[in-house]
């Protein structure tokens, strides 16, 4: 909803004059100068192909992974994926980084500046209507999904830029000093980057995820070898090629297009420091055993919602329902996987709005489209199986979308919404299967009464999954229970609450985890890219007239 209403923000807010010099010449023949492809030629035709870069060179490979469009089928993106026995370059160029960094608070500082320039200059560019349409719609050829969605992810990621811009960038390694035991002695704490780092970013989001870590880490002072989806990662090199124009030296980030096996034994090989994954739980699980916990992870997210007793504004609360389970076809690790609601709810309209809404959702404008991990068969047996719960029943979807060109190894199903009764839910064999994520337009709903607000919470505690959470409700005893009573480290509260559209001006990741990472802001950033270390300045002077004392 966040990104909707900026995006009309930023529509109406675009000024005559805030076109470049640098794409004056660009808008007049519609090419871009940093672009290697184009948007709306990109097909069976005409297929894009998609580079490797690694030691400041753009490179191909042996192996060329051909990319099926999700919409028709045809072959329209080559990827030229490194294999096993081409990894040397990578593990080299990682290998040249110290575990200091490229730069750190008493190396290089004058990088901090330099990358804060690189980031008012991208900010300015994405800015610009011809390059964010061009964005947007390179998005929704690879990941299809409605083009204010698509536009939105461009504008936030063009927000965080200008969000650090100039000295924002050297703002992050502030440092801070405690006053010693005698003088001369200080303390002072400063954030130091890992050196050679990974990240490893899924294809839902396939700029604003891996351009926020990205620069997140080269803003600490590390060096990053990017490894995004082979599905959508033109749009990623895209955006580097960009970012050079910008002012990014060019041997700053390494760009790696590999299945991942081979990506596995880079990691393995080349050790870096530490290694952002967004993704599956599954291959969370393991990166953290092969890289020995050298990892932050944002995992899984089965997302729940809870609306409170206090049953208001119906037609908004449905149509943010809506939006957090079936926008971008559900896949978004933050997208609404199970809603409680009070019994006063049940009573109320909010479901058939719910239905009605989701009856809106067409292939046709991408409001419903191809589901990219999970196939139509795998989600109409889930469904199939919910639905042998007793007393579950089927709310709105539960078919396949008909009439359409989109191959089977993806998916394609209506939006879908299953009741299923808290008291089943809580049994041990029904749990798992109904805490199950479905990375598609597919939600569980279920119901409670005053009484068996325990057993929600109970139903809460049980979830390994803590990303996101939305309670809605202004009683504001209701929210301190059930935010008190739960981990979820995004969480919107109130009448207005949310689980998705995170924009870039608050924290977005899990709790609960060590290992968990954020995005977004300055905080996130720390923590995912920088460690702590301490200096502790004592230089004298001696006390007058000391001696040697006794050993002890």
């Known amino acids: 909803m966040y990104r909707l209403a900026a995006y009309r923000q930023f529509k109406n807010t675009i000024s005559s004059n805030s ?153 992050l390694a502030r440092s801070f000093a405690v006053p010693g035991n005698h003088l001369g002695q200080q303390s002072h704490g400063f954030r130091w980057p890992y050196g050679p780092v990974a990240v490893i970013t899924p294809f839902n989001f396939p700029l604003e995820i891996p351009l926020l870590q990205l620069m997140g880490a080269l803003y600490m002072g590390n060096k990053p070898v990017l490894k995004v989806d082979s599905k959508v990662c033109v749009v990623m090199e895209q955006m580097l090629r960009l970012l050079h124009d910008c002012g ?37 699980e393991k990166l953290a055993d092969d ?54 709810w049940g009573k109320s309209s909010l479901i058939d709005k719910m239905a009605e809404l989701a009856a809106r959702r067409k292939l046709d404008d991408l409001t419903v489209g191809p589901v990219l991990t999970v196939t139509t068969e795998a989600m109409l047996d889930h469904a199939k199986k919910l639905l042998q719960i007793p007393g579950s029943r089927l709310l709105f979807g539960g078919e396949a979308l008909q009439n359409h060109s989109i191959p089977k190894i993806y998916g394609a199903i209506k939006p879908t919404a299953i009741f299923v009764p808290l008291e089943e839910i809580l049994k041990a064999e029904h749990f798992h299967l109904v805490t199950k994520e479905i990375f598609g337009p597919f939600q569980v709903v279920t119901e409670y009464k005053d009484n068996q607000l325990p057993l929600v919470l109970d139903a809460l505690e049980k979830m390994h999954a803590h990303l996101t959470a939305a309670v809605v409700s202004n009683d504001i005893l209701f929210l301190q229970k059930v935010i008190g009573n739960s981990v979820n480290g995004t969480t919107y509260a109130g009448l207005r609450a949310r689980t998705t559209g995170a924009p870039q001006n608050h924290w977005f990741g899990p709790a609960g985890d060590p290992r968990g990472a954020g995005i977004g802001t300055p905080e996130a950033i720390k923590l995912v890219w920088s460690c702590h270390r301490e200096v502790i300045y004592d230089v004298g002077p001696m006390p007058l007239g000391w001696k040697v004392p006794a050993s002890t």
């Open 19 to 171: 076109i470049s010099l640098l794409f004056t010449s660009a808008r007049s023949n519609h090419t871009l100068p940093f672009a290697t492809v184009k948007a709306e030629e990109v097909s069976g035709s005409q297929p894009a192909e998609v580079h490797n870069l690694v030691q400041g060179k753009w490179t191909k490979s042996s192996n060329w992974n051909t990319i099926l469009d999700p919409l028709n089928g045809q072959p329209f993106i080559k990827v030229a994926e490194v294999n096993e026995s081409e990894l040397k370059p990578f593990v080299e160029s990682l290998s040249k980084c110290p575990k200091h960094g490229l730069h750190n608070p008493f190396k290089s500082p004058e990088r901090y500046l330099m990358l804060g320039d690189v980031s008012t200059k991208a900010a300015h560019a994405l800015g610009l209507p011809e390059v964010s349409d061009f964005f947007a719609k390179l998005i929704q050829r690879v990941s299809p999904k409605s083009y204010q969605q698509a536009y939105a992810e461009v504008f936030v990621t063009q927000k965080f830029l200008e969000n650090f811009c100039g000295d924002q960038v050297r703002f």
């Open 248 to 284: 990014l030296p060019v041997d700053d980030v390494d760009f790696i297009n590999s299945d991942g096996k081979t990506m596995n034994k880079l990691l393995v090989e080349a050790k870096p420091r530490m290694t952002l994954f967004t993704g599956s739980s599954r291959v969370a």
């Open 291 to 344: 890289l020995s916990g050298r990892v932050k992870l944002e995992d899984a997210g089965f997302d729940w919602k809870i609306l409170g007793p206090d049953v208001n504004e119906v037609d908004y609360v449905a149509w943010v329902c809506d939006q957090d389970a079936y926008a971008c076809s559900g896949q978004k690790c933050s997208a609404e996987s199970i809603l409680f609601m009070h019994e006063n």
